[in-house]
Every structure is written in structure tokens, then in C-alpha cells.
């Protein structure tokens, strides 16, 4: 079946810079629209960043300037570079794929394939 396996999450100060990686196995990344979204406690799934096919870049408003989504397609691999950290980014982050929905591309409604998510926290 097919699994997307976050990592690269971890504890940093506020400033500080994170890499996250979202390996994808079954299908190909190459030609897939793919995105990043995080839950804080107590509040929604939001998106983050979503990359379209060939490449253009979507991003929230509170990460734009900061975060950089990008593919590496023999890799199978999507990423999230994460800088000037701030406590407001704490969270679960999550990949995602197969988007089906055409309404709200950062809609988590929109998306069918989740991974497991891996955890920000800045302090």
C-alpha cells in the first residue's frame, strides 16, 4: 500500500532551521503534485506548502519567505526547509499526496494520502 514516511523533525530555538524529508513509496513523485501541512494542539490541520506539477509554489501566508518545498524525484522524495523557526510553528507536520479536490489546494480536505507526520517544537 502506499506509505509516505516523514522525518527530520525535531527541538529547536526560535531562529533556528529545520529539513524536513517525506519519503514516498508505490507510486512516483515525478509528475505528482505534492504539499506539507501541520497541526499545532487544539487546533486544525492547516496547510503549509504545496508544490503543482511542473513546479509551481504554493505557500500560507505565515510561512511564506521562511519555508522552501521542493522534490527530488529520483529520490522519491519531498521536502520542507524550514527557517527563522518561530514557537507559532510548533507542530505536527505532515506530507501528503494524490490531491482530489479542486476547491482550496491547502484544504487537507483535498488531499488523500497522509503520513504519519513528524513533530516541530521551537522553543
Known amino acids: 500500500h502506499v506509505q509516505l514516511v516523514e522525518s527530520g523533525g525535531g527541538s529547536v530555538q526560535a531562529g533556528g532551521s529545520l529539513k524536513l524529508s517525506c519519503v514516498v513509496s508505490?507510486?512516483?513523485?515525478?509528475?505528482?503534485?505534492m504539499a506539507w501541512f501541520r497541526q499545532a494542539p487544539g487546533k486544525e490541520r492547516e496547510g503549509v506548502a504545496v508544490i503543482t506539477v511542473p513546479d509551481t509554489k504554493t505557500y500560507a501566508d505565515s510561512v511564506k519567505g521562511r519555508f522552501t518545498i521542493s522534490k527530488d524525484n529520483p529520490k522519491n522524495t519531498l521536502y520542507l526547509e524550514m527557517n527563522g523557526l518561530q514557537p507559532e510553528d510548533t507542530g505536527v507536520y505532515y506530507c501528503?499526496?494524490?490531491?482530489?479536490?479542486?476547491?482550496?489546494?491547502?484544504?487537507?480536505?483535498?488531499?488523500?494520502?497522509w503520513g504519519p507526520g513528524t513533530q516541530v517544537t521551537v522553543s
Open positions: 508505490v507510486y512516483t513523485t515525478s509528475g505528482r503534485s
Open positions: 501528503a499526496a494524490v490531491r482530489v479536490g479542486r476547491m482550496d489546494i491547502l484544504s487537507p480536505d483535498e488531499w488523500r494520502d
